[in-house]
């Protein structure tokens, strides 16, 4: 008999995988697994562009009485696009035919519109803006083949502003 290395339960030695049970192995593969993930998000995170906060504007109307416009950089553009897998494209048949909202396409479009409101900020970050004004959001369905693709494309006007007073 053997130990578990993690949570001390006896096994038979041949039942031992790296000197853990089945179970403290799959934890310990799990963690590792949640570790490069929460990395990879982090390294592909955008960047904070200001502190004060500016960087966070986004605007949907071209101005606004509080915010002093001194430049427009450049129209700012995303793109994502989603596929739609045959599971949500058969929920989502059923709640055409009998009512009700699709929690999961509710989810896809708001993790849709939030990639793209991200890349809108990066991009625009990348010019040196501190806002971004005008923004629109036009959603496209792409289906064919047997498949079904979701399109959204995020613009606005990147705007340098005059400095705080």
Same mark, same amino acid.
């Given at each position: ?7 001390? =339960?006896?096994? #038979? ?13 799959? +934890? ?18 955008? +960047? ?35 596929? #739609?897998?045959?599971?949500?494209? /058969?929920?989502?048949? !059923?709640? &055409? /035919? !009998? ?5 999961? #396409?509710?989810?896809?479009? =708001? ?24 923004? &629109? ?11 079904? #693709? ?16």
């Amino acid at each position: 008999m053997a130990n578990c290395s993690a949570c001390d =339960k006896k096994l #038979m030695s041949f039942a031992l995988a790296d000197g853990l049970c089945g179970d403290c192995y799959n +934890q310990r593969a799990n963690d590792q697994r949640d570790a490069k993930l929460a990395a990879l998000a982090k390294a592909k995170a955008p +960047q904070v562009i200001r502190e004060d906060g500016a960087s966070r504007i986004m605007l949907t109307t071209e101005t606004a009485h509080n915010l002093p416009v001194a430049q427009r950089l450049d129209i700012v553009t995303a793109e994502i696009v989603i596929g #739609m897998n045959v599971f949500k494209d /058969v929920a989502s048949a !059923f709640r &055409d /035919v !009998f009512g009700g909202r699709s929690e999961t #396409m509710q989810r896809g479009l =708001k993790q849709a519109r939030k990639a793209a409101l991200a890349e809108l900020r990066q991009e625009a970050f990348d010019l040196g803006a501190d806002a971004v004004v005008g923004v &629109d959001l036009d959603y496209s369905e792409i289906s064919g083949g047997g498949k079904s #693709m979701l399109f959204l494309v995020a613009s606005g006007t990147a705007v340098k502003l005059h400095p705080p007073a």
